[in-house]
């Protein structure tokens, strides 16, 4: 019951922000997509075997055979008639699902084929799509993808689920949010409830980013290490890595320039000027109320024996960035501890934070 209650919940307070974020749209953009059922996508695929000359009886058969498989999916068993009737479709697709495959870097001819039935086409696009994305391979998975209508598939809710899955993925908030509205609203009635619930958690998972956050970053290093799994370490991984490093410095400078001190500044360990009043509403001649001056130092941004100034080392940071999911649980603590030693409490806590996105980056994901 909790369950459904939070599923609840979560669903109104999605649809409200997509609808927010689509400028709250007066009308429905498209119509109630439909999804083929059974009977309906078995005359369609068989109306194209007959067009492409394949009709004899061993493989009208094994056609039956793979539609008294009621048990599987309508686009599973759309998926093996296209193979069916077209060789270069099925090695196409037994390429897509072959994890030790190298993931593909152009889209295959076939797709923009006009020569060939729209219906083909269309749904050998979605199947082959949604192998790439249980690959991780969004890029080519989205290209493909927008070659098409979901309205074109047998299965108009997998088509927007899997496309919102690759822009969702690739950080494509704008796209994402589309997609994920239209298969909250127009593919109701057609999908699944483990679409629409991972679709409504990408939603509200949208709605927290921030730009040039420690979350963003995390983000980013997330998509890049994705890629390098893949083999994709060209010119765009390259790319993508220099902003993060780029990132990386600007949030590091303005850690570096939060921790300079002003003279007269409360905490600087000058003497402040008569009059003066400390945040706390102390005079600042003196401690703060309430704190024992031989442990201010131990709260300030200097640590207890005064071996730290307090600002980030930006070399060691960027290395312990690149050596973290090598390192040891305890190594990766200690070495947090060594480099966030004397820090402002606020900015420790940050940095610490961004640690912790690496350590478990499926918090960034969806």
Request: glycine letters at 8%; proline letters at 5%.
């Amino acid at each position: 019951m909790k369950r459904i209650v939070l599923f609840a919940f979560v669903l109104t307070f999605s649809l409200s922000v997509s609808g927010a974020a689509l400028g709250q749209r007066k009308a429905v953009d498209f119509g109630a997509l439909e999804a083929l059922n059974a009977e309906a996508a078995q005359g369609k695929v068989t109306a194209w075997l007959k067009d492409v000359g394949k009709s004899d009886a061993a493989t009208q058969g094994a056609l039956a055979a793979i539609w008294k498989q009621s048990e599987r999916s309508i686009l599973d068993r759309v998926a093996d008639s296209l193979a069916l009737g077209d060789p270069v479709a099925a090695k196409l697709l037994n390429d897509a699902r072959d994890a030790n495959a190298p993931a593909p870097i152009v889209l295959p001819a076939v797709f923009k084929n006009d020569k060939q039935a729209a219906f083909f086409r269309a749904n050998l696009g979605l199947i082959y799509a949604r192998a790439l994305t249980n690959r991780r391979v969004y890029e080519e998975a989205l290209d493909t993808l927008k070659l098409f209508g979901a309205e074109q598939t047998a299965d108009p809710a997998a088509y927007l689920f899997h496309r919102a899955v690759c822009e969702h993925a690739m950080l494509r908030k704008p796209e994402a949010t589309k997609s994920i509205v239209r298969l909250l609203e127009e593919g109701e009635a057609i999908s699944p409830d483990r679409y629409k619930t991972v679709a409504t958690l990408m939603l509200l998972d949208m709605h927290t980013w921030k730009d040039k956050d420690l979350g963003d970053i995390a983000r980013k290093m997330d998509n890049v290490e994705r890629r390098l799994d893949i083999a994709r370490g060209g010119p765009e991984t390259q790319r993508q890595q220099r902003d993060i490093l780029n990132r990386l410095d600007e949030m590091i400078k303005k850690l570096e320039n939060q921790n300079k001190k002003k003279p007269g500044d409360p905490g600087d360990g000058q003497p402040g000027q008569p009059g003066d009043q400390c945040p706390d509403g102390s005079s600042g001649n003196g401690p703060p109320n309430g704190v024992n001056p031989s442990n201010q130092g131990a709260n300030d941004s200097a640590n207890a024996n005064g071996s730290s100034t307090g600002v980030v080392d930006t070399a060691k940071f960027k290395k312990l960035v690149s050596d973290w999911g090598r390192l040891p649980p305890r190594e990766q603590q200690q070495a947090l501890q060594q480099l966030t030693q004397g820090m402002n409490p606020s900015h420790r806590t940050a940095i610490e934070n961004y640690f912790r996105n690496l350590s478990n980056p499926a918090l960034n994901r969806k």
